[in-house]
């Protein structure tokens, strides 16, 4: 019931048309609008511009969720297949250009069914390597560039459940055999034991500032440990036995996740109990929790992230959703609707959000709810995921309009915004631009997967007309036809090769295309004054 519009002053208006009235004004393009499109599913808007920027917007809240750009002209047209898998563009550069539905782009790719589960996933803090446990009890150190393994080593004894980064130079990893241990991250040898635990360890996390780690275990409690520098270990003594600092004890349920806060000594664990708890760790052997939020989710809380950012953590759930927690209020703020199955993992940085599911997917969201985009590539359950988030400072005036595109703010400002006033004259202030988003996953098909979470994915450029291209439509079939001031239409085959398959002309420019609803029919326009009805044999390649 919404119509969206492009404009010459480089907006998108969009109207209900139940209401009869204008809903929203979407701002971001630098020059005048020439198309606009909505996903079939209606949770995206696509808009092409004067310039030749291609954006995306969520449809629900105006919010840019990322450009596409590869065209050298301005754009034409643009159009989503009916099922929503690809997005076609054309310019003035007369090309065509077949990109992915949505953004996300796996630039790398590590493992094959042949391996074990992989259950756990860490990016390095360097951001070059990543580790992976698996199910077979083995750990192994890849190349995020390359996707080449550097090492791989059995360091337990079952499945390792979890896996994180001390620094650079060591790893820390939990299994179900009740034990962590500190790997060197340069041949994976072990340097430390961590014992403490009675059941599996579900979770580890580690806060480099204070050398701390908590761990989460099927056990009902979390264990903080102080975690001695490896270069005061001597090598004799390796593996060197770890002994707990505090144990937390109150869940109901084994406890699946932890967390430490981004600015504080405080840890979140979540349980299966579906409740939240918050701890002072700083205190001594047997602290207690600072706060409980009962009920959180319908079903176990499976995942936890604790914002870099501010006091909000996101939860995740086998009830399909995610949450976002005001850790000072004790409540929900946002809720993350969208997933068709339980979420496994989640991870969060700079306003962005990742979650894997059961079923094979991987979402990306802006802290706000808004789903940027779904990542497809894993054939079975979701089992972890991390992220780094490449970002540069930059000066932005105090009297500026509030930031809406999550990408560019950060979230302490935005919440801090909903409780003062910007000033006329103002100082200029330093935030934070997400410059790139690198996401890496891990599931039960024994891969891991790189992405570049926020680059369009051109599957196809088809290069054949000589002159500026105006129109283009997509079949449900996948067959593509575009039309040209070059005279001709042309028609594309469903493996996108980079010739057309047939062609056929007016007598004057096509500016127009368009399937017919009923039948292999397309119906395009010229500026001769006609209109031409073609009839396609597709599984002939024929055209009359």
């Known amino acids: ?66 450009d596409l750009t590869g065209h050298s002209g301005q754009i034409n047209r643009l159009t989503f297949s009916p099922h929503g898998q690809h997005l076609i563009t054309v310019s003035d550069d007369h090309k065509v250009k077949v990109w992915a539905g949505n953004l996300g782009k796996q630039v790398n790719y590590f493992g094959s069914k042949d391996l074990s589960y992989a259950l756990s996933v860490s990016i390095s803090p360097s951001g070059e390597d990543a580790v992976v ?6 750990v192994r150190l890849v190349v995020m560039e390359t996707g080449l393994e550097k090492w791989a080593v059995v360091p337990h004894s079952a499945p390792v459940r979890c896996v994180t980064w001390i620094d650079d130079n060591s790893v820390l990893t939990g299994s179900d055999d009740s034990f962590l241990s500190v790997l060197s991250a340069i041949d994976g040898s072990k340097v430390m034991t961590l014992a403490g635990h009675t059941g599996p360890v579900t979770d580890v996390a580690y806060r480099k500032q204070e050398s701390l780690a ?18 005061t270990i ?39 109990d579906k409740t939240l708890r918050f701890w002072d760790v700083t205190p001594g052997p047997d602290p207690q929790p ?15 992230a604790w914002s870099e950012t501010g006091d909000y953590v996101v939860t995740a759930s086998n009830d399909f959703t995610l949450k976002l927690w005001d850790v000072k209020a004790g409540k929900d703020k946002v ?13 969060t940085s700079h306003g962005c959000v990742v979650s894997g599911c059961y079923d094979g997917t991987v979402k990306v969201w802006s802290h706000k709810g808004d789903e940027i985009t779904t990542l497809y590539g894993h054939g079975q359950r979701v089992n972890a995921c991390d992220l780094k988030v490449a970002v540069e400072s930059e000066e932005t005036p105090e009297e500026e309009p509030e930031i809406t595109d999550w990408s560019i703010a950060m979230e302490t400002e935005e919440w801090e915004e909903e409780h003062r006033k910007r000033k006329i004259g103002a100082k200029k202030k330093d935030e934070s631009k997400v410059i790139q988003v690198t996401t890496v996953t891990a599931g039960d098909d024994g891969t891991v997967r790189m992405w570049k979470t926020l680059e369009g994915n051109e599957l196809r450029t088809l290069t054949g007309h000589s002159d500026r291209v105006l129109g283009v439509a997509m079949a449900a079939n996948s067959h593509i036809v575009s039309g040209s001031l070059d005279k001709t239409v ?6 996108l090769q ?12 096509v500016t127009g295309v368009v399937f017919l609803p009923v039948g292999c029919y397309v119906a395009t326009c010229s500026r001769d004054g006609t209109i031409a009805l073609w009839g396609l044999d597709l599984d002939r390649d024929g055209t009359n």
Request: charged letters at 20%.
């Open 335 to 347: 809720k993350f609707v969208g997933h068709t199955s339980a979420i496994n993992c989640v991870a």
């Open 498 to 509: 980079g010739a057309a398959e047939e062609s056929f002309s007016h007598d004057a420019e």
């Open 214 to 231: 908590v761990s989460a275990s099927a056990d009902f409690t979390a264990i903080v440990w102080r975690i001695p520098t490896v270069q």
């Open 234 to 272: 001597k090598k004799s003594a390796m593996p060197y036995e770890v002994k707990p600092r505090c144990v937390l004890r109150g869940h109901g349920g084994p406890v699946t996740c932890c967390a430490f806060g981004g600015a504080s000594k405080s840890v979140v664990t979540g349980s299966r």
């Open 290 to 304: 600072t706060m409980v939020i009962s009920e959180c989710h319908q079903d176990w809380i499976n995942a936890c």
């Open 133 to 138: 446990g698996y199910h077979d009890s083995s």
């Open 490 to 495: 042309r028609l594309w085959n469903p493996e």
């Open 1 to 66: 019931d919404k119509i969206v519009t492009g404009c010459w002053d480089a907006t998108l208006k969009v109207y209900d048309t139940l209401s009869k009235r204008r809903i929203a004004v979407i701002r971001g393009h630098d020059s005048s609008v020439r198309d606009v499109a909505y996903s079939p599913n209606g949770r995206y808007l696509a808009s092409a511009a004067l310039s030749g920027e291609v954006k995306l917007w969520s449809a629900e809240t105006g919010s840019s969720v990322g």
